[in-house]
């Protein structure tokens, strides 16, 4: 399964479990409650602003979720102990044709950071048999991996952009619809002024709810990006110390 088709039905898990989170919180929340939350009750309703926060919210923890998986399978890498760890162990070429064959031939680590810096390294080291041009393909590697890192989150920081925004409209549109109200009720009703207040309240739940939903993105993705970065990290690391200082002319 590439990647592609993990994302996918990733997608389709995340949307399928934020209907069933709004199913169940339209049942089990009392009155207010869901009307903050949900707009249960509100024009439009299911399809209301804070719903569709809802499943885009989701859509972000499912592509947070497969980060976080991909950071833990770079981690159980380090602990596959491709290259020697004694520290009196020392590589020459010849050494390092049978570490390159057992990581060529696993098609299920093309994606992952220790068995791509591995391989670049010893085919750099093949072809110049020069440490300092290892080393350099090393470094080289650790900013590009950094980069394709940083790339992957382009759909979070847009998702983190498009919750408050959404919660922006359903503010304006609540407003909007409170002020259609206010001109088309009869100033002198008794009820003017609480009806007003109470949808301007709803109005304004929309804001609230996705600031909360953004900073709890926000908050989590922090975590899985310093998770992957640090996964990156201890790559590097492991090759440095078993790999590259190992090496010998």
């Known amino acids: 399964m590439n990647d592609l088709q993990k994302r996918l039905i990733t997608l389709f898990i995340s949307i399928i479990s ?9 049942w089990i929340l009392p009155k207010t409650a869901a009307i903050i939350l949900l707009d249960k009750g509100g024009m439009g309703y299911p399809l209301s602003i804070q719903n569709i926060m809802w499943v885009v919210f989701f859509i972000g923890l499912g592509e947070l979720w497969n980060r976080f998986i991909m950071a833990e399978a770079d981690l159980k890498q380090l602990k596959k102990h491709y290259l020697p760890e004694d520290d009196q162990a020392l590589l020459q070429a010849g050494d390092l044709g049978d570490i390159h064959q057992r990581i060529y031939h696993q098609a299920n680590l093309k994606s992952l950071f220790l068995p791509r810096l591995i391989k670049r390294i010893i085919l750099q080291f093949h072809s110049s048999h020069a440490i300092d041009q290892a080393n350099n393909i090393l470094n080289s590697s650790l900013d590009l991996f950094l980069h394709e890192i940083d790339l992957r989150y382009n759909l979070l ?10 919660g922006f409209i359903g503010t304006v549109i609540g407003i909007a619809l409170a002020l259609n109200y206010a001109g088309a009720t009869n ?17 304004f739940y929309t804001t609230l709810l996705a ?3 953004s900073a709890i993105l926000v908050f989590i ?5 310093g998770r992957e970065e640090y996964a990156l990290n201890q790559a590097g690391q492991y090759c440095l110390d078993n790999l590259i200082n190992r090496l010998i002319q």
């Open 211 to 213: 600031l909360i939903l």
């Open 18 to 26: 934020a209907l069933l989170f709004i199913f169940l919180l339209h």
């Open 157 to 166: 920081r847009y998702i983190q952009w498009l919750i408050p925004t959404l």
């Open 221 to 225: 993705m922090s975590i899985v990006q």
């Open 187 to 203: 100033p002198s009703d008794p009820q003017l002024l609480n009806q007003l207040t109470l949808k301007l309240g709803v109005a």
